[in-house]
Every structure is written in C-alpha cells, then in structure tokens.
C-alpha cells in the first residue's frame, strides 16, 4: 500500500466520515432543545434529497436550483412535524417523542423501493494534487459540509437565536424565565436539523445513490453522535470524521471476520471507558 | 385451545406458534423496557443468540430433550446479555438504546463471519426429536410454543408481583428516588437485563424450531423496532398488554403480506397513533385488562385472521393459481417486484387474454419477505395452506429459497424458476432452475477470458455473502482447471457505502481482470471508486446477475469499457421476435414500465410455466407438470437459444460475452455454452 493511496482512503473516509456529522449534528440539535433522539431523521434527509431530484428529473431546473428546493423543502417538513406531531405530545416523556419519530422513519420507507443515481457538482475523475491524486467529488462533500459546520457555529455563537437555543439545551426552565420562547427554539430546531439532512442527502446522493435505503445512514449519524458525546456539536463532528476514517481504515489492516462490526465495537468501547462520549459530559439528573 | 390443532387449518397452527414465541419475547422486553424503562433495540441479536444455541445444540446433540435445549438457549442469552449488559448498564437510556442497537449489529456480524453458524448461508434446523421415536410435527410444536408460553407468562406475572416487580416500577418512575428508597439500582438493573435476555433467548430458541431455517438476514434491526411495536401497541409495563401486543403484531404482519411494503407505513402509523391517542397502549386504554380477555382476544385474532377453504391443489376447470414469495421491499425488491408483477405477471396477461391454458386463465399471488427467510417461509406456508397454490414461480434470493427448499419437497410442491443461481438447487426432484448456475457461468467466463483472451492475473470484488461466496468458489475451481490462481479477493458487505479500501488493495495486486460479484448499487460505486483512482490498467468484468442496464444507469461513464456475461438479450434493442413480443407485451399492459432484464427473465418464467402447464394438457397435476417440463425439447423461446430440459432440471446453460459501449451492452461473442 503506498502512501499515495493511502491518504487517498484516508480522504475518502472523510468525505464519508463529514456526511456522518452532518447527521449526527442534525441529531444532537434536536436532542439539544427537546432532549430526544430524532429516529426520522434519516427519513427526513432521504424524502427532501428525492423532492430536489424530482424537480430535477421532471421538472428539469438546474442543480442548483434544485438542491434550494430541496432545503426549502426540507424546512417546510421539519416545521410540519414539530407543529403537527412532536409539539402535542411534548408534555409526554421523551420515549413518546422517540417512539414517534420511530414511527415517521418506518413510515418514511415506504417512498421508494428503487436505486437511481442523482448528479453532483463535482466529477469523480480524479485531480493530481502532488503525487496524491484524489475526486473532486470528495473534496466537495468535505469543502461542502465544512461550510456548512461553520455557518452553524457562527449562528449558535453570535446571534440572537444561537443563543436562545444555547439557553434552552442549558436549562429550560431558566431559558424561560428569561423570556425565551421555548416553543419556538424547539421549532427552530426541527426545521434547522432537516435543513442539515437535507444539505448532507444531496451532497451524499451521487456516491451512495438515491434510493430509500439512505436513510440507514442515520444510524451512522447515532454512532458519530454518542461516539463524540451527545448533546455536543464539536463532538459530533469529531466523532463523525473519526467514524469515516477508522471504517474506511479498517478494511485495510483487520481481516475481514470483525472489520464491518469496528464502528460498533469502537462506540461500545467508548461508551465503556468513557460513557459521555469523547467530548461529552455526563449529565448528573437531579431530583 | 388443546384440541384447537386438529381442527384448524394447518397454515393457522404455524401462526398461532409464531404468536406464541412473539409472546415471550414480548414479555422479556417489556419486563425490561416497559418495568425498568430501559428501551432496548438490539432483542432481534438476543433472539438470535437463542435461536443458534438451540439449532446448534439440536444438530450436534440431538439426544438432548427439548426442554433442555430451551432452557439452554434461554441461559446462554442469558450470560451472553450479561457480559454485555454489565458494563452498559450504568449508560443512561438514550446511551443504553445506542449500545443495545450496537448489540445488534454486532450479534449479526458475529453470526456472519463465524464457521459454526455458516454464515450468510443459514442453518437448516432439525425437526424436534421425542424422546428417540419420532419428531414434531405442526401440531406437536404448536402445544411446545403454547406450554411453553404458557409457563413463561406465569413466571412473569408472579415476578411482577414480588418485591422484585415494584422495585422494578420504581426503577421507571425514578431511579433516584427509588436509590433513596433502598432499592438496589444496579443489581435490579442487571437482573432484569438477564431476565429479559433469558425470556428472548427462549423464545429464540421456539423460533428456530418453528421456522425451520436460521440466517442472519432474519435478526435485523427491524425485527427489534417489531418487538418494540408490540409492547408498545399492547402497553409498556403490562403482562397481558404484551400478549395482546405481540398477537396483534404478529396477525397484522400476516394479513399485511398481500400489501407488501406498505407494512412499515402501516407500522409507522400505528405507533405514532398509539402515542397521540393512546399512550400506554391497548393495556392503559381497556383500563385493566384482565388475563382472560387477553387469551380470548388471541384466539380470536388466530380464528378470524382468515378462514378460507379454496379448491384442491390451486388447479380448477377454470383457473391455475400460482405464486410466490419474493422481495418487493429490502435491499432486492426492484428485482423481485420487476420479475413478478412485471415479468411473470405481464406473460400471464399475455395468454390469459389469448384464452388461457387449456381453458383455464392463470391467477397470481406473491406475498413479500424482504430477502428475509423466516418471512419466507411463512409467506410459502400461506401460499400453499391458505391460497392453496399449484406451484412456486420465480422467488427470488439463495436464502430465502433455500429456507423453504424442504417444505416444498416434503409437500411435492414444485419450485419453479427461482431468480437465484447457486448449485444448491440442483439434483431436487420438484426443483426446476431459473438462471444459468453460477458455477456453469464461471467455467463460460474463465474458459473464455483463459482460452480466447489469454487473461492471467485475476482478482474479485465480492458480495459477503453465498451469492458472492459462491461465485468465489467457482471461479477458483476454474481458474486452477487452467492451472491459475485468484491473485487477490476482497468482500463487501451488503449494503455497505464505500468500497474504496477494498479497490485501493484490489489495485496494489494489479490484477488484469477484476471480477465483480455484488449487487447494482455497490457494483456502481466500485466502478466509480476505481475512476477516481485512476485505475485503468484492468478490465472490470461483471458477473451474472449484475450485468444489466440498471447498474450502468448508476455508474454513468464509470461503467464504459466493463465486460461481463450476459444472461439475457438486450431487452430495450433486441431484433429476437420473442423479444420483441416481449416489448409489444410491455407497451401494451405496462406501458409506464421500462423494459429490463428482470422482467424478462419473469416473463420468460412464465412463458416457461405456460409451456409446460400446455403440455401437461387438461389433467394438469404436478406430477404431470415435472413430467412434461421435463421432456421440453428444443423449445424455441425466440428469446433464449433453443432450449431442452432434461432429468437434470436445469433450463438454460448458456450465457453470451458483452462489453459496455456508450452505455449499451454491445455483444462479443455468440451464445457461449457449459454443458
């Protein structure tokens, strides 16, 4: 193995391992507001990702425009189940959320049964960079999801919002007390988390390909999420990344009996040696 | 209920069993989510663990009663749940959940790369033996399961009544205040984790018996979220609550085999219902619902579920009913749904509209297993017990067909055409090919890539799985026949999303041939991995059932230049006549449907079938069925080379060499044979 393809596997395993923290960003805002684990969430990405493709394929719009609609149409969705669902049985415990979002995700296979392939901006013919050669395509979903992380940061640290909703994944008692409107941090953030998927399913969409199936991937997004520490968003793309490589790595050092169970192993074990996660705290309930 | 068996329809026996090992199951997680409130989605992996100990203690020990091998089952969950249990139990329940779905996976990797359990291939599970006589038959395993259930669930309801039950209620209310209560947390925890594993590792342990066939295929994660629907319809924290939930589950699984893959839909809404209108399930909603109100609502969900008595044998004056079990959701299901409903289904219209076969129109019914066996193997019961179907047509995947390989034999049922290539089929008297096996396709591939284009260095990309492993296997054979050697072979698991690894070392060997043996959709990206690498100095040959339009449509330019053995004539191109009667059919009936090799290969089925079925004349039984399939002589298909079938059921032995040219399949060679 040279090194060239060496760091070729490691870059691949970062385009796949940022598609992992879009994911498991989605999942710990919603878990921030609302304290629950959005099940649907994969559902969500792979429903948006095929509403941008129809207005492709039928419609015939430009990409760009495209992947717009798709976003819009994510948030339109995200705000729908928050009001319609999630909301009314919010003084319900947080199983009863999750069980809900349970029941959208079955609901949500039900789209398709077929594979189709969806067009990218980048090309997969390779690009020498040195002696290293490596795809655009994955250069594209790294540059894509790192700004895509960015603008997220920039938006929790220095506006109005970001800050409302730090206060409520703090304390929500006291968020509201200070005039926050709960309600509508935790509307904000359903519709912010499917804006995520949906920018992660169409970046994603030309290398795993469209299908119903897609969606499995939020259970990636779960295990980048408590690898890293639920409830933290530096965490969350730590532990993405470090999923994408260490799978992508994998295959090349370990034979192949255990190497396909290594991202399960990897979060068992830390969940063992350190059960908040690698940059998580554990929460102390108090009474 | 103890004379019920001998009354019952035989398919309603086998339902009422598996209602009874949900049962159990049932009660185990919800003695452990619905008292402890610890949420668990990895009870499909204890279920398993149960599942192989019985199967495995019955194959290598069959002298062991019955009754011990559950209990083996049962303690092996047990401990294995523990060891895995102890160290996550001081996770909180969102991080438990996480852990237990990361049991799962883990449990069906295990199962998969382990040699005792046979991997991907499953294990056929021996008939229960008693006592050195004989062995159980449906209505013998149907008081096993009841007996069994029956003790389980009075275990449960005197559990929950003791000390150990409220300190388990204390537990959900409040782990803190139940810790100040003295109530000790942790060991409470870990008793009814083991309690629970325990309950599911006997159940696993019914299951196996039961259906008959174990693969790991069976113990995904959506069996778990199954499990968790039934307590969560039936109510958390209640012993007849689980018995409604598991039986209710169970009978709408059943009855929703017709609808196919709007099982999750349905699934999906009755969850999201139950928490809006009815948290806390069936059990909080009737209030208290008594112990006898719950085994009355199972008996009678069992009775109504159906009660149909059609004619003998699926062959009337006026009608043939055939039929199958197929994948028309799972990773498989455009496959199956094009083979079926656009395949098989489109040659029936075909001649039903021409006035049928002897005077009788063909009927069609396919129930969907999700490439899932133990759904096979209930869609096939049904299909023969309740639709009283003539013969299988078409079903699709190695281990979905060869988990109902016996039943069928024991029944003298034919199985025709199934969509799956492994030898393992062959030499079975009612078993009649529907592709041409993969080892005869690999002698075809390697004897023209060693012979005409003078190959030497080869590698594979395979599928982790029998089709792959079959594959594999054979072109080994063949390759050392030409006195060669596979350089290099890396496996892929199903479904899995990046293949760069496997391509990066495939590359470092340089093979001059590269096989691939996966499915369309990692087929497409290992094309598309090796162009963004840049690896050009080799030929991409695809194998068998991959080499179709629909993974070109995936891979793009990707796939220009890749070779591979062709099965079928390009359906979309083709001047063959019976290709394009095939075309016409399409245009006609279907015509929002593309033609395509999988509904080809269908309609050839079924054009197969009607052959047959003509020659057998107007006493049409299976046995006159076998009989003039079996003297088919160079039947000319106009599709296909004219074909024979002999003693040896296999109908085609043939394949041609194509090469993708400007995103069409461009032939090379002429029909290549391996008789």
């Known amino acids: 193995m040279t090194w060239a393809s060496l760091i070729h596997v490691v870059v691949s395993g970062l385009a796949t391992g940022s598609i992992y923290a879009l994911m498991a960003l989605a999942l710990v805002i919603i878990y921030n507001a609302t304290r629950t684990l959005n099940f649907a969430q994969g559902e969500m990405l792979m429903v948006s990702t095929f509403i941008g493709w129809t207005a492709q394929r039928a419609l015939g719009w430009p990409l760009a425009v495209c992947v717009v609609v798709a976003v819009v149409a994510a948030a339109l969705m995200g705000w729908a189940i928050e009001r319609l669902l999630i909301r009314r049985a919010v003084s319900a415990t947080h199983w009863d959320v999750l069980i809900i979002t349970l029941g959208l995700s079955l609901a949500g296979l039900l789209w398709t049964h077929d594979e189709f392939p969806f067009p990218s901006f980048f090309g997969t013919r390779p690009v020498a960079l040195g002696p290293v050669r490596v795809a655009p395509v994955s250069l594209g979903i790294i540059g894509g999801s790192l700004a895509l992380m960015t603008a997220l940061a920039a938006l929790f640290r220095w506006t109005r919002l970001g800050r409302a909703m730090r206060a409520v994944a703090q304390n929500q008692r006291a968020a509201r007390l200070m005039g926050i409107s709960v309600e509508r941090v935790y509307a904000t953030s359903w519709v912010l988390a499917a804006v995520v998927g949906a920018v992660a399913g169409v970046l994603v969409a030309p290398v795993v390909f469209l299908s119903s199936k897609m969606g499995l991937i939020v259970i990636n997004g779960f295990t980048a999420a408590v690898v890293g520490g639920f409830g933290s968003m530096p965490g969350a793309v730590a532990g993405g990344m470090l999923l994408g490589v260490i799978e992508n790595l994998a295959p090349l050092y370990l034979p192949s009996g255990i190497r396909y169970s290594v991202p399960f192993l990897v979060l068992i074990a830390i969940l063992v040696v350190r059960p908040g996660g690698l940059l998580g705290r554990v929460e102390r309930r108090k009474v | 209920m103890a004379s019920w068996p001998w009354v019952a329809p035989r398919y309603f026996v086998f339902l009422a069993s598996l209602i009874f090992v949900n049962v159990v199951v049932a009660l185990g997680l919800n003695l452990l989510s619905g008292y402890t ?234 969850l999201i219902a139950c928490m809006r209108f009815m948290p806390g399930g069936i059990a909080a ?335 049409l039984t299976r046995e006159t069925l076998i009989g003039a399939l079996e003297n088919i002589r160079n039947f000319d298909s106009g599709i296909l080379p004219p074909l024979s079938i002999g003693a040896d059921h296999e109908t085609q032995k043939q394949g041609f060499w194509v090469r993708v040219e400007q995103g069409r399949f461009k032939a090379l060679t002429d029909w290549l044979k391996a008789d």
């Open chain 2, 37 to 270: 409130n610890q949420l668990s989605f990895g009870h499909a992996g204890f279920l398993a663990i149960g599942a192989y100990t019985a199967a495995l203690t019955a194959i290598h020990a069959p002298r062991v009663p019955v009754v011990l091998t559950l209990l083996l089952a049962g303690v092996v969950t047990a401990v294995v749940g523990l060891a895995f249990g102890v160290p996550c139990l001081r996770l909180g329940g969102l991080y438990l959940t996480m852990a237990t779905l990361a049991f799962g996976f883990v449990i069906t990797e295990a199962i998969l790369s382990l040699d005792i359990t046979h991997g991907a291939d499953g294990l056929r599970v021996p008939a229960v033996a008693v006592g050195g006589v004989g062995t159980l038959g449906d209505t013998g395993r149907y008081y096993l399961t009841a007996a069994t259930a029956a003790v389980m669930v009075a275990a449960a309801v005197n559990v929950v009544r003791t000390r150990t039950g409220r300190a388990f209620l204390a537990l959900r209310e409040s782990e803190i205040a139940a810790e100040a209560s003295g109530v000790p947390v942790a060991a409470y925890k870990t008793l009814a984790f083991g309690v629970s594993a325990f309950y599911t590792g006997v159940a696993g342990g019914l299951f196996a018996f039961v259906v008959g066939f174990l693969s790991p295929d069976a113990f995904d994660v959506f069996l778990s979220v199954d499990f968790v629907v039934m307590i969560i319809v039936g109510g958390l924290g209640s012993v007849p609550g689980s018995i409604v939930g598991a039986a209710i589950v169970t009978v709408l699984h059943d009855s929703l085999a017709a609808f196919q893959n709007y099982r999750p839909l349905i699934f999906g809404v009755i």
């Open chain 2, 285 to 619: 909603a009737t209030r208290r619902i008594s112990m006898r109100l719950a085994v009355s609502l199972v008996v009678a969900l069992v009775m109504l579920s159906g009660a149909t008595a059609a004619a003998q044998q699926g062959v009337t004056d006026t009608e043939i009913v055939i039929g199958g079990s197929n994948s028309f959701s799972g990773p498989l299901a455009y496959t199956g749904e094009q083979a079926t409903r656009y395949g098989v289904d489109l040659y029936v219209k075909v001649v039903n509209d021409a006035g049928g076969i002897n005077g009788r129109k063909i009927r069609t019914v396919y129930y969907d297993d999700g490439y899932k066996p133990q759904e096979a193997v209930a869609n096939t019961r049904k299909l023969l017990e309740q639709d009283k179907i003539f013969a299988v047509i078409a079903p699709q995947g190695t281990p979905p067909v060869m988990a109902t390989l016996d039943y069928l034999e024991e029944n003298r049922v034919p199985l025709l055409f199934p969509f799956q290539g492994s030898p393992v089929i062959r030499g079975k008297k009612y078993v009649f090919s529907g592709m041409t096996l993969y080892d005869r396709q690999s002698k075809m591939m390697i004897d023209y890539l060693v012979g005409q284009r003078k190959f030497k260095t080869f590698g594979v990309l395979y599928q982790d799985d029998d089709y792959g492993k079959a594959f594999l296997a054979a072109y080994e054979k063949d390759l050392a026949r030409h006195g060669l050697k596979l350089g290099a072979a890396e496996p892929v698991k199903r479904g899995v999303t990046d293949v760069s690894a496997q391509i990066a070392k495939l590359r470092a060997a340089s093979p001059q041939v590269t096989f691939l043996v996966l499915t369309p959709g990692p087929g497409a990206q290992a094309l598309k991995e090796r162009q963004k690498i840049g690896w050009t100095e080799t030929v991409m040959v695809s194998s068998g059932p991959l080499t179709d339009e629909k993974y070109l449509g995936l891979a793009g330019d990707a796939a220009e230049g890749v070779e591979g053995l062709s099965l079928w004539p390009d359906p979309l191109t083709s001047d063959l006549p019976g290709v394009k009667a095939y075309r016409a059919a399409m245009q006609k009936y279907f015509d929002k449907n593309e033609p395509n090799r999988y509904s080809l290969s269908g309609y050839f089925a079924g054009m197969l079938f009607a052959e047959g079925a003509k020659r057998a004349g107007r006493t």
